[in-house]
């Protein structure tokens, strides 16, 4: 059980993986894009009277090239070696407290760090070039003037009246402001959903996967020991179940062996489970969404969902089962049930006439303890193995507490991209609109106002982005989900509410610190220097 759990978690680490340089590349591009051409815009002057002076378009590019690629160089070589050996340290150092590793080592790889080089700065590189070459076509004269801020233009709330007339004047401004940059608007969307969408993806993560024992031995397997039995030892059933009749509220008398089973041209080996029709009733549930399934009559078989589909079984689909001695036997499907920890192949006696029941069951009475009832059955003679189910679910559970660190270490990086994001916009939106916040604070403002004035834009976009991302994490959380196929886990696509509710507070969290790092900025305007005129 211990490695069934194992791989599924590093499925896990497998899927995020590949989901996280998504999101990160996509924001880090448009950041570098909104930077570059803020940066380029605001340094106009300087190029148009460096153009006038004679300076080649190249001479004055290479400056900002230089700015963004050597940024780009320094930021990827530190990224790769942190992400190189700080994370891996951090995953290894969770499960090293379940399992037993030898000594983490450190592999570099140059291939890699040679292709994150290349997207990192040739992509910051490329950005940087595009933004200098729209500038530069443009003449001396008209360099050196200042830009002309962009117009306003209605956004679409305007054309619902009666709502926009029962807005405050102070936000009108604020949703005018907010739409008026389509670029930084979906690099809001972009980001802040980012973030929302891996929390939800990795929280729906746990939902999935952490429960699933809750699932399996609350719901499925009600036994409290598994018995393995020397069927040489005893004359008949009878005989054995002396051994515990008196501790025993449910048992039932199995023959369980590995099977292989194939249906059309697909073969998957699997755990067959045969018994006298009701003898399981207490012992396991065969169910599904549709209710209660009835117990296989001779010749049918139930089989679990996960089998349905690796064998591309149906209902009524005939299968055939190979035993170990060789033997084949042609059952028809009968049912489907839910199972989320292994697979199973349940059937009647009828259909394999010539076994022994070799594993008991047990449901034990309440005043009995398990493990030591289990210790005495070990001890008697025809006993070959007893299996606690108690002890099954605490390793399965076991392994599962250390999602919550890699849930963690989630929440981080994802409020990082959240951070950065909003950091590098409310900068931008701040620098241009100096002489606008200098003058409301002239005219009386006093600081909360005129945070709340300003700020206002990056919670309304936060809150969209936030939205947008809940419904971008619940089709992220399928993909991981589905990239993580283990043969012996069935997982259900699950998303409890309350995740929903931790990814949309955590990222409103973010956008609180960051509005909260910006407060300070607003403060230190100074209104004399800002609306001084450029001329």
């Known amino acids: 059980m211990g490695y069934v ?30 930077t570059m051409t803020r940066m380029v815009t605001e ?58 590793y030898s000594a983490l080592r450190y592999f570099f790889s140059l291939p890699l760090i040679l292709r994150t080089l290349a997207v990192s700065v040739l992509g910051t590189i490329l950005v940087t070039w595009l933004a200098c070459r729209r500038q530069l076509r443009e003449r001396p004269a008209e360099l050196i003037r200042p830009k002309a801020p962009k117009p306003g233009r209605r956004i679409l709330l305007e054309y619902l009246g009666p709502l926009w007339r029962a807005l405050p004047f102070l936000h009108k401004v604020s949703l005018r402001n907010a739409f008026r940059y389509p670029l930084r ?13 891996l929390l939800v993806a990795g929280f729906g993560c746990k939902d999935s996967i952490a429960d699933l024992s809750a699932y399996q ?17 005893f004359a008949d059933d009878a005989a054995a179940e002396k051994l515990w009749q008196r501790k025993a509220e449910y048992s039932a008398m ?30 396991i549930r065969l169910f599904n969404a549709d209710g209660t399934i009835p117990f296989p009559a001779e010749g049918e078989a139930v089989i679990t969902e996960k089998l349905s589909d690796l064998l591309a079984a149906k209902l009524g689909d005939t299968i055939e089962m190979e035993l170990d001695s060789g033997e ?20 009647n006696d009828a259909s394999l006439p010539q076994l022994r029941h070799n594993t008991a069951l047990l449901r034990l009475t309440a005043d009995t303890d398990p493990s030591r009832f289990a210790a005495h059955l070990r001890s008697e003679d025809g006993v070959s193995y007893v299996s606690l189910t108690s002890q099954e679910r605490a390793v399965f559970e076991q392994s599962m507490e250390s999602l919550d660190l ?3 270490l989630l929440i981080l990086c994802s409020g990082a991209l959240a951070f950065i994001t909003l950091f590098n916009l409310t900068n931008i939106n701040i620098m241009e609109r100096t002489r606008e916040i200098a003058t409301v604070k002239v005219l009386g403002f006093h600081l909360p106002e005129t945070a709340s004035y300003v700020l206002r834009e990056n919670r309304l976009l936060a809150l969209l982005g936030a939205l947008f991302g809940l419904l971008l994490g619940k089709g992220l959380h399928r993909i991981v989900i589905e990239s993580i196929v283990v043969d012996n886990m069935t997982y259900d696509i699950r998303i409890l509410p309350v995740s929903y509710l931790l990814s949309l507070g955590i990222t409103l969290v973010f956008t609180l610190l960051t509005n909260l790092v910006m407060h300070r900025k607003l403060d230190k305007i100074p209104m004399a220097e800002s609306l001084k005129s450029v001329e």
């Open 328 to 347: 084949t036997v042609t059952l028809r499907v009968s049912g489907i049930c839910k199972n989320y920890l292994r697979h199973f192949i349940y059937l």
């Open 406 to 408: 890699l849930i963690l």
């Open 185 to 197: 608007v979906a690099m809001m969307l972009l980001g802040i959903g980012g973030c929302t969408a």
């Open 43 to 100: 340094e106009r002057t300087q190029i148009g009277t460096m153009k006038a002076l004679g300076y080649s378009a190249a001479a004055i590019m290479s400056k900002y090239l230089l700015y963004s690629g050597s940024a780009a160089l320094i930021g990827c070589v530190l990224g790769y070696f942190a992400g190189s050996a700080v994370i891996p340290w951090i995953v290894w150092t969770a499960y090293g407290i379940i399992y037993d």
């Open 254 to 283: 199995t023959w369980q062996e590995p099977v292989t089973l194939r249906c059309g041209g697909a073969e998957k080996s699997t755990h067959a489970v045969a018994c006298a029709p009701g003898a399981l009733d207490e012992l």
């Open 217 to 233: 031995y609350n719901d499925i397997s009600l036994y409290d020991l598994s018995v393995n039995l020397d069927v040489d030892s």
């Open 5 to 34: 759990s194992f791989e599924s978690d590093t499925r896990i680490i497998d899927a995020l993986a590949n989901v996280f340089p998504i999101f990160f590349v996509l924001v880090a591009g448009l950041v570098c894009i909104t």
